[in-house]
């Protein structure tokens, strides 16, 4: 089984929606993140956050809410979707434990804004 | 405001030869650097990365060189091969406390036979 998973892979949606997008890890890891990508701009940080009580905007926040419900779970929340929000969505985590840095990706979510 | 520059944006490359990318950052505060590789479909995996206070770091066919004092750093790929045509990302950590990635805009990278 992969160690961070993402749900749902795709998702259509029309503008004005609620939509979340939920991200799992097996890893043990405590911090995790959501990140945006867009076509020809690399990904840019949303949200981070350190442990379950720790929660940080990132360089694109606006638009965005964010929901660590356990140490393994992290959720992103567009509380009305817009077009410009078509774009495809990465959850990482990374561990403080074993002086590591890698932020570990998942596999995306492409989601579509009508 | 980008605070990691990266060119090229598209690189082809012969296989056997050595396609360089480099990247350019302003962020003095920023602590570390990774490079990712992303292959369609899939989501980025570090490939190798750097601390600032070293100045190259080797992995397999894969290297990474620093200047800090001219706040630049650019991965090599030895002995290229049409499986390492993927797109490539550096990206920089905040520093103080700050975390998460700053990323480049990518490099398409294309190897042929």
């Excluded at chain 2, 570390?32 to 992995?59: C, H, M, N, T």
């Amino acid at each position: 089984d992969a160690d961070v998973t993402q749900t749902p892979r795709n998702r259509i949606t029309k503008t004005g929606k609620r939509i979340m997008l939920e991200c799992s890890q097996t890893k043990g890891h405590d911090r995790m993140y959501w990140y945006r990508q867009d076509p020809g701009l690399g990904l840019r940080l949303i949200y981070y956050s350190f442990d379950v009580k720790d929660i940080n905007k990132g360089e694109i926040s606006d638009g965005y809410s964010v929901s660590r419900q356990a140490q393994a779970k992290f959720s992103l929340s567009l509380e009305s979707a817009i077009p410009n929000q078509t774009a495809l969505y990465f959850c990482a985590t990374s561990g403080t434990s074993g002086g590591t840095d890698t932020q570990y990706f998942g596999p995306g979510t492409r989601l579509t804004v009508l | 405001q980008q605070q990691v520059k990266q060119s090229p944006q598209s690189l082809i490359v012969q296989k056997g030869g050595i396609p360089i990318i480099n990247c350019a950052y302003e962020n003095t505060a920023f602590d570390y650097f990774p490079w990712y590789q992303q292959f369609p479909g899939k989501g980025p995996a570090l490939l190798i990365a750097i601390r600032p206070d070293v100045s190259e770091k080797k992995e397999g066919r894969f290297t990474i060189s620093f200047n800090k004092s001219a706040k630049q750093f650019s991965l090599h790929i030895m002995d290229s091969q049409p499986g390492d045509s993927a797109t490539y990302f550096c990206a920089a950590r905040g520093g103080g406390g700050a975390d998460g990635l700053t990323f480049g805009k990518g490099t398409h990278l294309i190897i042929q036979p």
